[in-house]
């Protein structure tokens, strides 16, 4: 069996303490790799949806932002706050490419991946919504159930 090359891989990073071990790993293989990295950050469209109802009560109430702005500025945020994470990984050759989407994290993820032709998915194993997972199982678990293109799902070093 020969071993493919990784081309490219997509890191989802959620600002969890796992997708920050997720990030450095991902990093590490790529630059072994000489791979591209898209780094993807999903606005869980629940959240939006939550962020209108806010909007839409506060126009009521005469504040004159629309949900649309609101969301933009959302995403906006997000960006800035991801360039700047990303920042120490730009140095030298490495390829590293944030990536903001809104939608179902899930989906999301894995319609990057096929976009962009994605040799290895990277994620925490872990991230910010327990509370989700207890309803519904993790993302990690959705994405290897439903994904063909190989996934690495890291662990914060406290998990062993």
């Known amino acids: 069996m020969e071993i493919e090359v990784i081309k490219k891989i997509l890191i989802a990073y959620d600002f969890s303490p796992c997708a920050e071990r997720a990030m450095a790993m991902g990093t590490t293989i790529a630059a072994r790799f000489d791979a591209e990295v898209i780094v993807a950050n999903v606005i869980d469209q629940r959240n939006i949806a939550a962020i209108e109802q806010a909007v839409n009560r506060a126009i009521l109430a005469k504040i004159p932002e629309t949900p649309g702005d609101m969301v933009r500025e959302y995403k906006e ?26 939608g179902e994290p899930v989906r999301e993820i894995l319609a990057l991946a096929e976009e962009n032709a994605v040799d290895l998915i990277v994620m925490g194993a872990r991230g910010h919504s327990r509370m989700a997972r207890l309803l519904t199982g993790s993302k990690a678990e959705s994405l290897f159930r439903i994904s063909s293109i190989p996934i690495l799902s890291v662990r914060r070093e406290e998990d062993f």
């Open 77 to 102: 945020t997000r960006l800035e706050k991801l360039q700047s994470i990303l920042k120490p990984y730009q140095k030298g050759a490495l390829r590293v490419k944030p990536k903001i989407c809104v």
